[in-house]
Each structure stands twice: as C-alpha cells, then as structure tokens.
C-alpha cells in the first residue's frame, strides 16, 4: 500500500478509530486508468461510521501494526465495510489523497462487477466532513520543521537521531499504536501520543519515498 497527499486540508482534528464518523468523496480506478465506482458521478458524498475498511485502507494507518478489519468485500455500491477506514482517521476536513492498493489487500483474487480478480485499485479521497469523536492533528512537516511547534521539533529532530542508522520508526510507531491500545491516558497525554503517532507516520512517508541511491 502507498499513499499521496494531493492536497493538504484545513482541519485540525481526526476522526477516531473507532468511535468517528467520516463524510468524503471517493473514486475508484483500475490499474489501466478506468473508474468503476465514483461518489462523484451522483454529487452525494457518503458517510462512514469507524472502523469500516478494507485491509488497504486500514494498512495506511497501521501499516500492518494492528488488526486489519477484514471480512467478505462487496463492490456493489462502492468499497464495502471492510474497504474504507484506516486511511480515513487519518485525513482532517479538506485532505485529498491518493491510496494505492495491491489486489491482496484490495479485494483480492475474486471477480466483481467492473473489477477483474487480482486487480490492483486506486482510490482518490476528499474528506469533506469529520464527525463525533475526534483527535488532534498537527500540520509540524518534519522534513523542514515548518508549523512544528518546540515541542513536536524537538520530537522530530530525537526520532530523527534514532533513526539515523534507518528501520527505528516503523517498530516505534507499532510501539505507540500497542502503547494507545493497552494503556491509560489523561486527556492530555492521549493527545501527545496520537500527536506522536501522526509525526513518525509523516517521517516513514519521507523515508518511503525517498529515493535510493
């Protein structure tokens, strides 16, 4: 799974896995270019109760740390329940992305409508509206510090030391995702750890798309 951001949007809260309800545009393509499922086609956005996804979207956020909510994939009126949320708590109000998915954790080798068994899918999300529970988000780009605050430069720059020999930030963000998950936290320091959580995923998309030498 791979992801671009196309736009960065102006919400400063993400929607909580599970607990949040999400509202977005959506549109499905095949590898050789043709859409097969558009939220667009009607101008009706659709709403998603968390967690709903299939393992691609799910992977985006956990990057395989935790539990892919899988089941049974239906094509039939767009992504079924088990195609559309991790990537979604991650995106605030505004955000257009690019989602790619290989077939194994799309929908697999089956045949659909409109989608052959073993196709690889892009989807492309606009978050329109993020609802009930939320999280803060941080717009701190690690890569030049820009909007960071002392505290989250100060993050950056200690992940970034122990990372420098390469392969620290996916097992500590699989820390912080375990950590979130068995532990206790005030208010506050919940929201340091998702704070956390969302800079070392911008990191490993620097470092993923990085190109080797």
Known sequence: MQHRVVEHGHGLMHAKNPGGLVEFHYQGLLSHGGAFTSTYDNGHTIKVLLPRAIPCWNEALRRVASTLYASSARVEGGPSP?????????????????????????????????????????????MHHVYGETKPTTKCLPATEVNCTDKEKAYVEKMRGRDADGGFLEPELDRLLALEDNGHFTEVDLDWLHIRQTLLRKMIALETARPEL
């Open 82 to 126: 088990t195609l559309r949320a991790q990537v979604l708590p991650q995106m605030v109000e505004g955000d257009v992305w690019d989602v790619w998915c290989p077939s194994e954790i799309a929908y697999g080798d089956h045949n659909y409508p409109h989608v052959p068994g073993g196709s690889s899918i892009l989807f492309k999300i606009e």
